[in-house]
């Protein structure tokens, strides 16, 4: 089966799994995975947990041979908001080299091409010397919660040489990007009570601290003028860049008015010691990914409101530690809360930071996976191959808390070849995949696992 008729038909069941009125949709898709993966001989079995199922599919052709463990998802973001849609979310179409619908991109477009690649693989050798297990989650846009609990209990019969996983992307068509590295994550909610009602902004401004404006003065004082993070010891364990790392960047030539053109903005934040891509993918940040607070409506309604929240999301840098940043952002809030306010903290996922060494570096590990070390290798040499320019090795800005959690549970690290791009709009409307990364994604995943089974 081609990899777009799989992804027509993924498209088309709405996993959401940050709603639970798509259950049905979570439903549907896990099931429609559990049999493709069947039909192509796989042995399924589909792990109830206390929130989405996982499936964990099997194919051993020889104890003895390399395992390797691919990870994918089948939830995906809500679609809103829904106006902005030029097409149904739920339905792919095609317009000139793109498909789109949500999950296209994330994650899929990346898991069908996986599919085709390994029917692919073993329809041509049923014997290869390779052992593969999927491993699919339905959970991974709300953060993984109950993803661990599995790889605990089923460690033993999950463990292998390396995790190949297709939920990272690519910055341009004719160079693969490896992520080497996704940023942790810590999510904090703040909730900022004043008066126990909404009071008359005239009969009572005045006398009363505006839950609006606490909560603002102290987001405005998270931050320095310079751009850097306001708070107490959250550079500690910041370690250095190493001189590859900052070469391996530069592969990717990217002129700045062309990423602003592309953001639609005229000008790139600044912060200490580092330009902007590298800000990106080696500092933590602090950001506001919401604001509420007061009347929203038409027209006006001059109240001082009850209660004013705000969201704060942490991305985190290797060897900085999700809860300690969380507590310290909650310790640094409550120092600067002016009096007639009173918080509440809604703590919310957390994940540390992943980072993998190619080989041949001055930190690659000395006890590195052979196999790791191997697939490395094809890759730069296949991606050269396919995509015409050299692999670009580099760590990118987004999270993926699990890949870190199967490394400390399973102890295995993963490779993350880039099969979306940028320009793909993951978790927006109009979310796209391309078609010339979804043939050059087949090519390229198909030859790492024949050259891992020569």
């Known amino acids: 089966m081609q990899s777009i008729d799989i992804l027509r038909k993924l498209v088309s069941f709405p996993s959401v799994s940050a709603d639970s009125s798509y259950a049905e949709g979570i439903s549907q898709a896990r099931d429609y995975l559990s049999d493709q993966l069947e039909r192509i001989g796989f ?4 792990i109830p947990t206390e929130g989405q199922d996982v499936i964990i599919a099997e194919k051993c052709n020889h104890p003895d041979a390399q395992k390797v463990v691919i990870y994918g998802h089948y939830d995906v973001q809500p679609v809103d908001p829904l106006e902005l849609w030029e097409t149904d979310p739920f339905e792919l179409v095609q317009k000139g080299e793109r498909v789109y619908g ?3 991109a994330d994650n899929k477009g ?4 996986y599919l085709t690649a390994v029917e692919k693989l073993f329809k041509e050798d049923p014997d ?3 052992n593969v297990t999927f491993l699919l989650e339905g959970e991974e846009e709300i953060g993984s919660p109950s993803f661990g ?3 605990k209990k089923h460690s033993e019969r999950l463990r292998g040489d390396f995790v190949l996983a297709c939920d990272t992307g690519s910055q341009k068509a004719d160079q693969l990007v490896v992520t080497c590295g996704l940023r942790g994550i810590s999510c904090l909610e703040v ?5 126990q009602m909404d009071l008359h902004s005239g009969v009572y401004g005045g006398s009363v601290m505006n839950p609006i404006q606490a909560l603002t003065d102290v987001c405005s004082s998270l931050h320095l003028p310079d751009g850097s993070v306001n708070v107490p010891d959250f550079y500690d364990a910041v370690e250095p860049v190493h001189d590859w790392e900052r070469d391996e960047l530069k592969k990717l030539g990217i002129v700045e008015n062309e990423y602003k053109s592309h953001l639609g903005v005229d000008a790139l934040y600044e912060q200490p010691n580092y330009d902007p891509q590298e800000a990106i993918r080696f500092a933590p940040t602090l950001e506001f990914n919401g604001i509420s607070g007061g009347y929203q409506g038409e027209g006006p309604k001059t109240v001082i409101p009850s209660k004013a929240s705000v969201k704060i999301s942490c991305r985190l840098v290797p060897n900085q530690d999700p809860d300690l940043i969380q507590q310290q952002l909650i310790d640094a809030i409550k120092d ?3 009096p007639g306010i009173s918080l509440e903290f809604l703590r919310e996922h957390n994940g540390a930071a992943y980072k993998v060494v190619p080989p041949g570096k001055p930190n690659t590990p000395a006890d590195q996976n052979p196999t790791l070390a191997r697939a490395f290798e094809i890759t730069q040499k296949v991606g050269a191959d396919i995509f015409g320019k050299a692999p670009a ?12 959690d199967i490394r400390d549970i399973l102890g295995m690290d993963s490779l993350l070849p880039g099969i979306y791009l940028p320009e793909d709009g993951m978790h927006a409307p109009n979310e796209s995949f391309s078609l010339d990364m979804m043939a050059k994604g087949e090519r390229l995943i198909y030859a790492l696992l024949r050259g891992l089974a020569e």
């Open 336 to 338: 600067r809360c002016p």
């Open 191 to 195: 909730i900022a009570t004043g008066p």
């Open 128 to 130: 290869a010397r390779l």
């Open 110 to 113: 990346p898991l069908s091409v």
């Open 149 to 151: 609990a599995v790889l």
């Open 102 to 104: 949500r999950g296209s």
């Open 43 to 46: 042995e399924v079995e589909v």
């Open 393 to 404: 090795f580099i760590r990118e800005g987004g999270s993926i808390p699990i890949i870190n």
